[in-house]
């Protein structure tokens, strides 16, 4: 299972192009609306969550949490108790933990990225405390998947794809898709 939290705020495409790879890829995925069910975004469009913050259970069947950014999103995001909390958890249960744009601050700010290479929308490099700060659009590093912004949310989607199946299977959605490599 996979959470992708949405907050007030949220970058549309960060969340929704990754939630779609995922689906695509057969594995299931469920958006988590902070605050409520009905959550909007950045550009005013209010998307209807799968699940509440407090419906969002943590257990073992928790395969990756993913934070889109956007703003004032990814700042609703690091204050939720709930988002934290599953945040803990995916660290401590070797889970994979995403984030996108100025989201990755959020991990920073944990000290999640300590000993990681990451990357953050340009302005937000400071805030990935602990990590070596990358040139790439797209980061793997371990259990840890971070993208630079909305530009790169079919790649950090497939990049969480690849993690969560394989290459040839990211591949063959990327062919589908008709997106270039």
Not at 19 to 35: N, P, Q
């Amino acid at each position: 299972m996979v959470y992708c939290y949405l907050a007030n705020g949220f970058e549309e495409i960060e969340a929704l192009a990754p939630v779609d790879l995922l689906r695509r890829a057969g594995v299931e995925v469920r958006t988590v609306g902070v605050g409520g069910s009905v959550i909007t975004s950045s550009h005013g469009i209010p998307v209807t969550c799968d699940l509440t913050e407090a419906q969002a259970l943590l257990t073992d069947e928790l395969d990756a949490v993913i934070l889109p950014g956007g703003m004032p999103g990814t700042l609703n995001l690091e204050k939720s108790a709930n988002v934290q909390a599953a945040l803990d958890f995916a660290a401590a249960n070797g889970s994979f933990i995403c984030a996108i744009c100025a989201a990755p601050s959020v991990l920073g700010h944990k000290g999640l990225l300590d000993g990681k290479e990451a990357i953050a929308f340009p302005g937000f490099e400071k805030d990935l405390i602990g990590a070596t700060v990358s040139e790439k659009y797209v980061v793997t590093d371990g259990n840890i998947i971070t993208a630079r912004g909305a530009g790169v949310a079919v790649d950090f989607g497939l990049a969480i794809v690849a993690a969560l199946k394989d290459r040839a299977t990211a591949e063959k959605i990327r062919a589908a898709i008709q997106c270039r490599n």
